[in-house]
């Protein structure tokens, strides 16, 4: 099996920053790609970014999170990093890293990634 640990997450302004890191372990010669999943309040667990492990594929984003969050990756330590900037209070939720090792999984979906941690709270206050 493959647990995946966060953390970074917390209180910030809007306008503010934060770096959320995974880091993976168990099995974790199996993972093919990591992702960010978020959840708020009273809404659907929605995708945010994507990235694989190795190659020079284009990191994947929602639309919602482009030209403000970086997804990358520190294969050796089988970390996963979210950096977060020009934080919004609509960015506020549960962030949550995902994993899978599949090529052919779809990248936003969350059926997609059968590796979960717990989740890290992020808080923007306005």
């Known amino acids: 099996q493959v647990q995946l640990l966060e953390s970074g997450g917390g209180l910030v302004q809007a306008g503010g920053s934060l770096r959320l890191s995974c880091a993976a372990s168990?099995?974790?010669?199996?993972?093919?790609?990591m992702a960010w999943f978020r959840q708020a309040p009273g809404k659907e667990r929605e995708f945010v970014a994507r990235t694989r492990w190795s190659g020079t594929t284009t990191p994947y984003y929602a639309d919602s999170v482009k030209g403000r969050f970086t997804i990358s990756r520190d294969n050796a330590n089988y970390t996963v990093y979210m950096q977060m900037n020009s934080l919004k209070a609509e960015d506020t939720a549960v962030y949550y890293c995902?994993?899978?090792?599949?090529?052919?999984?779809?990248?936003?979906?969350?059926?997609?990634?059968?590796?979960w941690g717990q989740g890290t709270q992020v808080t923007v206050s306005s």
């Open positions: 168990g099995r974790r010669s199996s993972l093919f790609a």
């Open positions: 995902a994993a899978n090792s599949s090529p052919w999984a779809g990248a936003a979906a969350s059926t997609s990634y059968p590796y």
